[in-house]
C-alpha cells in the first residue's frame, strides 16, 4: 500500500503482534461466539497471511473483491493487501495465519527465492487469493497441521511448521 500510506489507509495499518521475531510467527483463532475475536474488520499489515475457515462461513476480502469462503476454503493474503473476514453464520472459526517473510526466506540465494518468494514479496508474482475446498485439500490440511504444531509448542515444532 505504499501509494496510500497518508490520510485514511494509515488507520487501517494493523501493527500485528509476533511474539517472537526470531521465528516470525502468530496464530489468531477468529470464533463468531467470542465478543473479542469474532471478526477481521478491514485492515493491512506488512506481514503475510494465510486464513483458514475451519467451520461456518465468512464473507472475506482481499483488495476491494470480497468472497463467501466456507469450511475448508483458504484464503491468502499478501503483504500491504487490505483484507477482513465477517462471521454469516453461528458457530463460524477459522484460523489466521500471520506471518514475516523471513519465516520463508533462507540465508542463501536459492531456488525457491529467486522463483517464488522474491517475486512475490515484490509483487511481480502473485498467488491466488481464494482457495476453494475442492482444488486445495492437501493444502487446507497442512495450514491445520501447522496451526496445532503451533498451539503444542512441542520441542522441535519450529522445525515441523517450517518443513510444512
Same mark, same amino acid.
Given at each position: 500500500?505504499?501509494?496510500?500510506?497518508?490520510?485514511?489507509?494509515?488507520?487501517?495499518?494493523?501493527?500485528?503482534?509476533?511474539?517472537?521475531?526470531?521465528?516470525?510467527?502468530?496464530?489468531?483463532?477468529?470464533?463468531?461466539?467470542?465478543?473479542?475475536?469474532?471478526?477481521?474488520?478491514?485492515?493491512?499489515?506488512?506481514?503475510?497471511?494465510?486464513?483458514?475457515?475451519?467451520?461456518?462461513?465468512?464473507?472475506?476480502?482481499?483488495?476491494?473483491?470480497?468472497?463467501?469462503?466456507?469450511?475448508?476454503?483458504?484464503?491468502?493474503?499478501?503483504?500491504?493487501?487490505?483484507?477482513?473476514?465477517?462471521? %454469516? $453464520?453461528?458457530?463460524? #472459526?477459522?484460523?489466521?495465519?500471520?506471518? &514475516?517473510?523471513? +519465516? =520463508?526466506?533462507?540465508? /542463501?540465494?536459492?531456488?525457491?527465492?529467486?522463483?517464488?518468494?522474491?517475486?512475490?514479496?515484490?509483487?511481480?508474482?502473485?498467488?491466488?487469493?481464494?482457495?476453494?475446498?475442492?482444488?486445495?485439500?492437501?493444502?487446507?490440511?497442512?495450514? %491445520? $497441521?501447522?496451526?496445532? #504444531?503451533?498451539?503444542?509448542?512441542?520441542? &522441535?515444532?519450529? +522445525? =515441523?511448521?517450517?518443513? /510444512?
Amino acid at each position: 500500500m505504499p501509494e496510500q500510506q497518508h490520510g485514511q489507509a494509515d488507520l487501517r495499518r494493523e501493527h500485528t503482534v509476533i511474539p517472537d521475531l526470531t521465528f516470525p510467527l502468530n496464530i489468531f483463532h477468529i470464533q463468531e461466539s467470542d465478543p473479542e475475536m469474532f471478526c477481521i474488520p478491514p485492515h493491512w499489515h506488512e506481514h503475510l497471511e494465510w486464513i483458514v475457515v475451519y467451520k461456518g462461513s465468512f464473507t472475506m476480502q482481499v483488495g476491494s473483491t470480497f468472497r463467501q469462503l466456507d469450511a475448508g476454503d483458504c484464503m491468502f493474503v499478501n503483504r500491504a493487501q487490505l483484507h477482513s473476514a465477517f462471521p %454469516l $453464520e453461528t458457530g463460524s #472459526e477459522l484460523y489466521a495465519l500471520v506471518f &514475516g517473510e523471513t +519465516l =520463508l526466506r533462507n540465508h /542463501g540465494l536459492d531456488h525457491t527465492e529467486i522463483r517464488y518468494i522474491q517475486p512475490i514479496l515484490e509483487g511481480r508474482l502473485s498467488l491466488p487469493s481464494f482457495y476453494e475446498h475442492g482444488q486445495n485439500h492437501i493444502f487446507y490440511n497442512k495450514l %491445520l $497441521e501447522i496451526v496445532e #504444531e503451533y498451539r503444542r509448542q512441542k520441542i &522441535g515444532y519450529e +522445525l =515441523l511448521i517450517k518443513a /510444512g
